[in-house]
């Protein structure tokens, strides 16, 4: 069955209390003066301050030719960001606590004696502590492997030194990387900016072209309003002549009509004496009504309509052609028919000669 390291106590309380007094940045027991940052996370300052330059090349340090309000980075533990002022890691409150409880640890340390085990042996002479470097192989070993053993003929140096270099070079391999992490950081939070602004600016794009072409329906549907209105009002005109033509042919046909019974009945007339009193006014009415035929008449193609029509070919092409950048476009556009109509001029001109 499987436990959680962090359930199952520690037989030795102070290797866990050395656990948690190293930086990590460099992965040593913290070094005075130890500054706490406001995520409550804790570093040497000297890492603090590695890790701040590397986030901020061009901020100097105090008395630097370069003067800037302050600059940032993130902690190597959160990822939070650390804003600092104008004194930079200078400004970090120090860790009082930390460090004494970092001077009663050493103490305690150096009054207790060296446990037997506590330091590797050489797997090859068991009674030897791995104590130098070889350089050749890369790898730790004893002075009898050196004197003896396989590293007879190879290059070592101590131990010592090389753990500080190595512990130096990882230090610095995490400062580049803390600060890389925060470029990337950085880039990630121009691009979010970028992407925001891009919807930002695409709206308000959209915005002005629906506002362009709302007006251009409105132009258009005022126009085709304005239009109907003078066919209506030609049709009105039209047609109020015809039914006054009509109503007075009607008129005319009634009083004809009434004629022809009153002719009709003078005929059926048996004397002679009676007829002709009243034939020469009835002949003289029907000379006057044939007089009638003489109405107003409508003209050829009277109701012919074809006059409002319209030749939209050219702005339906001119429609059709809108797009971005289209100011340019029309210009050229404009420019050749010009240069048509001025030579199909020169054309006709050409032929009268």
């Known amino acids: 069955m499987d436990y959680k390291p962090s359930l199952i106590p520690d037989g030795n309380p102070m ?15 913290f070094t005075k003066p130890v500054v706490i940052l406001p995520c409550q996370h804790n570093l040497c300052r000297k890492c603090a301050n590695d890790i701040f330059q590397a986030a901020n090349p061009y901020w100097t340090t105090r008395g630097g030719s370069v003067s800037m309000s ?5 902690c ?4 939070h960001e650390v804003i600092m002022d104008r004194h930079g890691v200078y400004g970090l409150q120090r860790n009082l606590l930390v460090e004494n409880i970092i001077d009663i640890y050493k103490q305690e340390c150096s009054s207790r004696p060296l446990q037997k085990g506590s330091h590797p042996m050489c797997k090859e002479h068991e009674d030897e502590k791995i104590n130098i470097y070889c350089l050749t192989c890369e790898v730790p070993t004893c002075s009898m492997c050196k004197v003896f053993g396989a590293h007879q003929a190879c290059e070592v140096a101590p131990l010592q030194s090389v753990f500080q270099g190595q512990k130096t070079e990882l230090s610095n391999c995490i400062s580049m990387l803390v600060a890389g992490n925060d470029r990337m950081q950085t880039i990630i939070t121009q691009l979010e900016d970028s992407s925001r602004v891009t919807k930002e600016n695409s709206h308000q794009v959209k915005e002005e072209l629906s506002h362009k072409f709302d007006t251009l329906y409105a132009i ?4 085709k309003s304005e239009l109907l209105q003078r066919i209506t009002q030609e049709q009105e005109k039209k047609l109020s002549f015809t039914e006054a033509l009509i109503q007075q042919y009607r008129e005319q046909l009634d009083k004809s009509t009434k004629l022809v019974e009153t002719a009709v009945q003078s005929l059926d007339e048996p004397g002679g004496a009676t007829f002709l009193l009243s034939a020469k006014q009835l002949i003289q009415s029907i000379v006057e009504a044939s007089k009638g035929c003489q109405l107003g008449k409508t003209e050829q193609g009277f109701e012919n309509m074809d006059y409002f029509t319209l030749d939209l070919e050219h702005i339906e092409d001119a429609l059709r052609a809108i797009d971005f950048g289209i100011e340019e476009d029309e210009e050229e556009f404009i420019e050749e028919e010009e240069v048509q109509e001025e030579l199909s001029t020169e054309e006709k001109e ?4």
Do not use: V, W
């Open 15 to 29: 290797e866990n209390l050395e656990k948690q007094l190293i930086c990590p940045i460099c992965l040593e027991m």
């Open 220 to 223: 258009l549907d005022e126009k």
């Open 70 to 74: 302050g600059g940032r980075f993130r």
């Open 350 to 353: 050409a032929g009268h000669q």
């Open 76 to 79: 190597p533990s959160c990822r």
